[in-house]
């Protein structure tokens, strides 16, 4: 009975042992290649996730490839648009083996491990994105940048770019320059997308664009401050115009409200008719005694009604009751007197 | 000990509650042979070789049931998990909580960390900073003339001209799509691969706008270069099915070439100079239309209008010679005109409509009085001119002179009686002058303080609307 469990053990151990040595794992991720004395199997599939059964090395032997996508890119990459205009073009391309047999046929020769594989795989990878950047030749720079507000074909590039490295012709069905991508297919590897990543500018070109920059800014410059100043014109003006508009219609709605007091007041201007002169001289005096001048200077002779008792000589020569009245005052009232008679005759003349 | 064999010790010999002792000393009583004596050291031996398989055998159980339950693990929150027999997936979207799997290479339970991440794209877009530049503001930077495109990064616009930006990407896993993101996306390509789908979007996304749009943008709303770059991105990390989820991209920094920079500075001071014309304009058109009409100008030109509109219907009107047309039209007039009348003499009504306003209104009232005012006292005075021309004519001319020439800003200089023809050089007196000035002033105040005083007393009459209004 002892012996029976240590004869289970041994077994177990043994197994194990074997197991190790003649079974392999695949994980969800990875396509195995099952190699007898290093030649790939002629059925020309690839081992697929879980365990799997293999004769002990040297016999067979596996390579795992992981089938998930990977990254590659190019540095800057001088192309020449259809304008002739040089641009540097930087792009990128993700990729996963999709043939692991044909991977395998293609790259083994670059080492025992998968890494070295990939590392082979990645080098033509990025020669083949590279030589499939001269899609870029096809398009002008207004094509990729158009000034004029129209759809960008950088899309339509990127298309071309992935066209040439997965199908070895055109997006629009063309072939391809050089024919890139021809061969990818049959190294086992799926380009799943190609995309541009910088765009750039050669020095020189560059240094003309920033120099354009500055003098379209100067122009915007003096664009902005020339419309601000119209604009700001306008808006005064603007305004005088309702401020005017609204001026004269108050004032003439002013005279048509005075007009109402004129026309209450006509009955009393009219009762001032019996005697006209009588009546413009007493407004002509309202107005002499109502006039407010902000400065006046008058030079006034000394005869001056009422100032002839400046001079000396008035109060000499009078006769007894006689006062010192100016011959004008005189004549004025003689004038008065006359007018006042004038009337009275007149008055009496219409009686 | 030579070739004779161990012997066990008697029985009687052994310790009581021990053991029985490993080896026992040969005693050299006579009679034992040297087989008895060696029987005792195998027996020690074989005990401890029997001891030492049973720590074997526990140890070998112990390491049995520790590889047995290997392959139970937690998931953390932040995590998601995937159970795995013989490297095929068995189970996904394991939630966070104790999981069990068989032990490895049978089983194995992986963990796909879900949480958020970030990326800054600080340098393929911006210009080429040493250290120590990297710690100062755009501001104090400098450049020169041109881009170097080995070192210098930039963007065009669909413009044509060049823009340097710094992004943040931020993404994560997609806890459902885990199983999505296992497959396809190797570990350690990860990043490059959110990076190049950033940038795939950014290059996009800035090539549909102008260098102006760009540098107004303002936060990643919808529209925005941002959310079209995320957009972008979002499309090629969906089509190549990576579970990964861009939960922002971030336009952090953006400014045209250093060496333009100063003239962009230009523009936008420009821009705010115009601005500032254009806000001076408005306020002195706003002055100018409280001047002439206080508070209700735009009310008082849109009824003026109206106004105008009525008359041209009511002349239209007239010209078709409808009387019932002529009468619409009128009462239109006299509505508006009505309107216009309130809305004049409205409390908020100011300037100079309300002047002119109040002084028609107050010469319509006082033009009858003072009228009426006149003819009483032309017809006093003219029972005295009739009784005594020439006094009357006289004092009444004496009295309106001498108000005249007694106001404070008449300067009288007399000529003698026969001078002739003098020839005189004024020369100002300054103390008459600064009487002069002194007595303006005086009046200016004094009229002010009328003013005051009848705005004042205006006032007094006025009800407050804008507080019963809030109130209301």
């Known amino acids: ?98 043939d692991p047999l044909a991977f395998f046929r293609r790259f083994s020769n670059a080492g025992d491990r998968a890494e070295e594989h990939f590392r082979e795989a990645e080098t033509i990878l990025r020669d083949t994105l590279r030589s499939a950047l001269s899609a870029t030749g096809r398009y002008t720079l207004d094509d990729l940048y158009p000034a004029g507000g129209g759809v960008s074909k950088l899309p339509e590039l990127e298309g071309s770019v992935l066209a040439a490295m997965t199908q070895g012709e055109a997006a629009d069905g063309g072939a391809t320059p050089e024919g890139v991508g021809v061969g990818l297919r049959a190294y086992g590897i799926e380009v799943v997308h190609a995309g541009i990543s910088r765009v750039l500018l050669p020095q020189e070109t560059s240094k003309a ?54 026309i209450e007041a006509a009955p009393y201007i009219a009762s001032m008719s ?26 006034v002779e000394s005869r001056f009604p009422g100032l002839e008792m400046l001079d000396p000589a008035s109060m000499s020569d009078l006769e007894d009751g006689e006062l010192p009245i100016d011959a004008t005052v005189d004549a004025l009232a003689g004038e008065v007197a006359q007018k006042d008679g004038e009337a009275g005759a007149e008055v009496s003349d219409g009686r | 000990m ?73 998931v953390r929150e932040g ?77 065009i616009t669909a413009d044509g001209n060049l823009v340097h930006t710094q992004w943040r990407i931020i993404y994560r896993r997609q806890p459902e799509l885990a199983r999505q993101f296992a497959e396809n996306i190797h570990p350690d390509h990860e990043e490059n691969i959110v990076r190049g789908a950033a940038r795939h979007g950014i290059v996009r996304a800035v090539s549909e706008v102008t260098i102006d749009e760009l540098l107004k943008e303002t936060g990643g709303g919808v529209g925005s270069v ?44 420009a821009e705010s100079n115009a601005q500032k014309a254009i806000e001076t304009a408005r306020q002195a058109a706003s002055r100018t239309l409280s001047e002439a009409a206080g508070g209700v100008y735009e009310d008082l030109r849109r009824e003026i209008l109206n106004y105008e509109e009525a008359v041209a219907v009511h002349a239209a009107a007239q010209e078709q010679g409808d009387p019932a047309q002529i009468e619409e039209a009128r009462r239109q007039m006299d509505a508006v005109l009505a309107r216009i009348d309130a809305l004049m003499e409205s409390d908020r009504a100011g300037g100079e409509v309300a002047r002119l306003m109040f002084e028609a209104r107050a010469y319509r009232e006082e033009e009858p009085n003072r009228r009426l005012a006149d ?47 003098i020839e005189m050089l004024i020369n100002r007196d300054p103390a008459i002058r600064k009487r002069q000035e002194e007595a303006m002033k005086a009046r200016e105040v004094e009229e002010a303080e009328a003013r005051r005083r009848a705005r004042q007393e205006k006032a007094e009459f006025k009800t407050t609307t804008d507080l019963i209004e809030s109130e209301g």
């Open chain 1, 1 to 98: 009975m002892k012996n029976l469990g240590r004869i289970i053990l041994g077994v177990l151990f043994l197994a194990a042992i074997v197991s190790f040595m003649v079974t392999y794992r695949v994980e969800f991720y990875e396509r195995g290649v099952l190699t007898t004395f290093g030649r790939a199997s002629e059925d020309g599939k690839a081992q697929g996730p879980g365990l799997h059964v293999k004769w002990p090395y040297p016999f067979q032997s596996v390579t795992k490839y992981d089938t998930r996508i990977q990254f590659v890119e190019t540095r800057a990459e001088t192309q020449q648009t259809a304008d002739n205009k040089q641009i540097i073009v930087e792009a990128f391309c993700l990729w996963r083996v999709n």
């Open chain 2, 375 to 421: 003819a009483r006292r032309f017809e006093a005075m003219l029972a005295q001119y009739e009784a005594n021309p020439s006094v009357t004519v006289q004092t009444a001319w004496a009295d309106a002179w001498s108000t005249f020439a007694g106001r404070d800003m008449v300067e009288i200089i007399f000529q003698p009686i026969g001078a002739g023809e």
């Open chain 2, 226 to 269: 941002a959310s079209r770059a995320r957009v972008i991105a979002q499309d090629m990390l969906d089509d190549i099915r990576s579970g990964i989820v861009l939960e922002d991209l971030v336009l952090s920094q953006k400014m045209p070439p250093l060496f333009a920079r100063e003239r962009f500075n230009a523009v936008q001071s």
């Open chain 1, 274 to 299: 019996s005697n006209p002169s009588f009546a413009v001289f007493l407004k002509n005096l309202e107005m002499l005694s109502q006039i407010l001048p902000a400065k006046a200077t008058l030079v």
């Open chain 2, 2 to 74: 030579g070739d004779e064999p161990m012997m066990p010790l008697p029985e009687e010999e052994q310790g009581v509650g021990g053991r029985a002792a490993s080896v026992v000393l040969r005693t050299g009583e006579e009679g034992q042979s040297p087989d008895a004596l060696l029987d005792p050291a195998h027996q020690s031996l074989a005990d401890a070789l029997r001891v030492t398989l049973r720590f074997v055998q526990l140890g070998m159980v112990a390491l049995g049931v520790l590889f047995l339950f290997s392959g139970a693990t937690t």
């Open chain 1, 209 to 262: 664009v920033i120099e354009r920059m500055r003098e379209n800014r100067n122009r915007l410059v003096a664009e902005i401050e020339s419309a601000g100043e119209a604009e700001a014109q306008a808006i005064k003006t603007k305004a005088e115009n309702q401020a005017k508009t609204i001026r004269s219609f108050a004032q003439r709605r002013a005279r048509e409200i005075e007009a109402l007091g004129d």
């Open chain 2, 79 to 155: 995590e998601s998990g995937l159970r795995l027999m013989f490297g095929e997936i068995v189970g996904d979207d394991l939630e966070p909580g104790f999981h069990f799997s068989a032990p490895y290479p049978i089983g194995d339970l992986i963990k796909i960390e879900t949480g958020t991440r970030r990326i800054n794209e600080d340098e393929a877009y911006w210009p080429f900073l040493t250290e120590r530049e990297k710690g100062r503001k755009i501001e104090e930077l400098s450049g020169g003339a041109d881009l170097d495109p080995r070192n210098d990064g930039a963007l």
